[in-house]
């Protein structure tokens, strides 16, 4: 816990020229301190950290992540714990990418290039996801105020490709049943750990390949263990989702041209690639924007690359916000509810935002930040933005948390999207100053970062200040979640304490436990191992806090 006292900080930051580095997040003393009731099952009790600097890299339990007394919007008063009430408790979980590594519309052969292409972790995410619902499941109640999980909301990207097969393997982890993590030729593997390329990691063999010359390790029966059908049990907490890119474009950038779908289901997979083109098509979608056709390239690198025969595979297909809300509203998915969670059954791919109540005096707005036009970025249109000001009105008697999937400064992308082509396009700029003016606002909730930031949005009424919390995704690690807690402390503020929580699997892989909890332990060290990994984590402010606002009620 930093324990520096707000003069002495400030007259370093003097001395140093560096006060502005620093939020009053450090800016603590000992009687304001954050009091939580429970650390177990949290970051607030143990973290996960790698064994060594160097190297393929192992796990261990690292020391605890300390509650942060964040006071840059209001400032914290004694003795509030004694008087704080729970008013609601949120789960964020956020970019789950839950993907089928075997869809032929991939871009693995483009890693050595983008470095973002492809992940070894990837085969392994529905048993991370798996063990993600089994720690939430776990949790008592929020750490600070002990109050119950109202409910955990998804921020998006909760599907990688936008496939048919991986909304149906997402939506099965979160209400229960039976997971089969397969696709194509039943029984015969078709993706890249198996295609006997050096450029891929090989985990049944002990050639040798580029990960394996980085440490990894060889995994005997994997391939089959990844496969294989399993139970979940699903939250069993009310569960609500956000769309993200990657849930509404194919690979979260690629409007949804004819070829997409033409190699989504089709029956051509590319493996390895040669020549120019695929430093052209790296150069493209690093740059991607909305309205990017990139089929010719594909199929340019398909005729002079490594591309082989697979099984097509309808259930690859891209899925229509009609489809994904038709599902959510199926018996088999509605899990411990609500039904739809949060979309009504008229809703289609135009209006994929709702508001939905957390708790008596709670609200929760969905926003779909999303533009299927292409592009990574995102804005919000015209109509779901007239929408926003009404429900904004009919709820100012509640306190409101909005959840997108962009966060504020990756939401740019103004073309016109396809679905509301007679829409205007607002960019997070002016979202932020829109949610201002309605002082009930108390945080922003996002993700696609797949980092973690905490950013204070202040004004000139502290009323109508509120807070901004950006969170890492499940995909890349850390591959955490984080819990959100609303108080009032019954002196004229109000606390959101968000916490870091880990899955619940073991922190050292066993390459010879091939179970469900094995698997999920082997998606955290690779995620840890990823030749693209990098520090997400944040500073200790944008991750374990309590945030102090002045009550606008």
């Given amino acids: 816990m930093v324990t520096l006292s707000r003069r002495r900080l400030l007259q370093a930051g003097a001395a140093t020229g560096a006060v ?25 009790e143990s973290t996960v950290v790698p064994a060594s600097r160097h ?23 004694r ?60 949790l008592p109640g929020g750490p600070a105020t002990g109050r119950p999980v ?40 078709e993706g890249v750990v198996t295609s006997g390329l050096a450029e891929y990691w090989q985990p049944e063999t002990t050639e040798r390949d580029r990960y394996k010359d980085l440490g990894f390790p060889t995994v005997p029966g994997l391939v089959a263990a990844v496969t294989r059908p399993f139970e979940t049990p699903g939250l069993n907490v009310p569960w609500l989702l956000t769309m993200g890119n990657h849930d509404v474009v194919a690979n979260g950038m690629l409007e949804n041209r004819a070829y997409v779908e033409e190699w989504s289901g089709g029956e051509r997979k590319i493996f390895s690639a040669r020549g120019d083109l695929p430093l052209l098509l790296a150069a493209r979608l690093a740059t991607v924007k909305a309205g990017d056709d990139v089929g010719e390239l594909i199929r340019g690198i398909a005729s002079s690359g490594t591309t082989r025969t697979v099984r097509a595979d309808e259930r690859r297909l891209p899925y229509s916000g009609a489809e994904y ?11 411990a509810g609500p039904v739809g969670h949060g979309y009504s059954l008229d809703a289609g791919s135009a209006n994929l935002y709702y508001s939905h109540e957390l708790a008596p005096e709670v609200v929760a707005i969905s926003l779909d930040s999303t533009n299927q036009a292409g592009g990574i970025d995102g804005s919000i249109g015209s109509t779901q933005w007239s929408w926003l000001m ?13 959840f997108t999937h962009h966060p504020s400064d990756a939401m740019g992308n103004l073309a016109s999207d396809p679905r509301t082509p ?19 606002v108390l945080a922003w909730v996002n993700g696609h970062s797949h980092r973690n930031r905490i950013t204070a949005h202040p004004a000139v009424d502290p009323r109508r200040s509120f807070w901004e919390i950006n969170s890492v995704s499940h995909i890349d690690a850390p591959q955490q979640a984080r819990t959100i807690e609303v108080a009032r402390n019954g002196d004229g503020t109000v606390s959101l304490f968000t916490t870091m929580i880990d899955a619940d699997s073991p922190l050292e892989a066993a390459y010879d436990d091939l179970s469900l909890s094995g698997l999920a332990s082997l998606y955290r060290e690779l995620g840890y191992n990823d030749p693209a990994f990098r520090d997400r984590r944040g500073l200790n402010w944008d991750r374990n806090t309590e945030l102090i606002l002045a009550d606008p009620l």
């Fill in 325 to 335: 809300v038709r599902l959510l509203h199926q018996e088999r998915f509605t899990g």
């Fill in 150 to 189: 109202d409910a955990v909301m998804s921020t998006g990207d909760n599907t990688d490709n936008q496939s048919g097969n991986e909304l149906e393997w997402l939506l099965t982890l979160l209400a229960g049943g039976t997971v089969v993590p397969d696709s194509g030729e039943v029984g015969a593997f």
């Fill in 79 to 138: 003795g509030r714990e004694d008087r704080r009430e729970g008013l609601a408790t949120v789960v964020q979980v956020s970019d789950l990418h839950i993907t089928d590594v075997q869809n032929p519309m991939r871009f693995e052969y483009i890693d050595r290039i983008s470095k973002t292409a492809h992940r070894p972790q990837e085969l392994l995410g529905v048993h991370g996801t798996a063990a993600l619902v089994q720690r939430i499941n776990s």
């Fill in 390 to 402: 009404r429900e904004l009105e009919r709820v100012r008697d509640k306190y409101v948390l909005i």
């Fill in 422 to 440: 007679s829409d205007g396009r607002h960019s997070g700029a002016q979202l932020l100053h829109l949610l201002h003016r309605y002082s009930n």
């Fill in 55 to 77: 190297g393929y890299r192992r796990l261990r339990t690292g020391d605890p992540w300390d509650m942060v007394l964040r006071q840059d919007l209001a400032l914290a008063h």
């Fill in 20 to 44: 502005a580095l620093f939020p009053t997040a450090v800016l603590l003393d000992r009687a304001t301190r954050p009091q939580v009731n429970y650390r177990a099952g949290t970051t607030l």
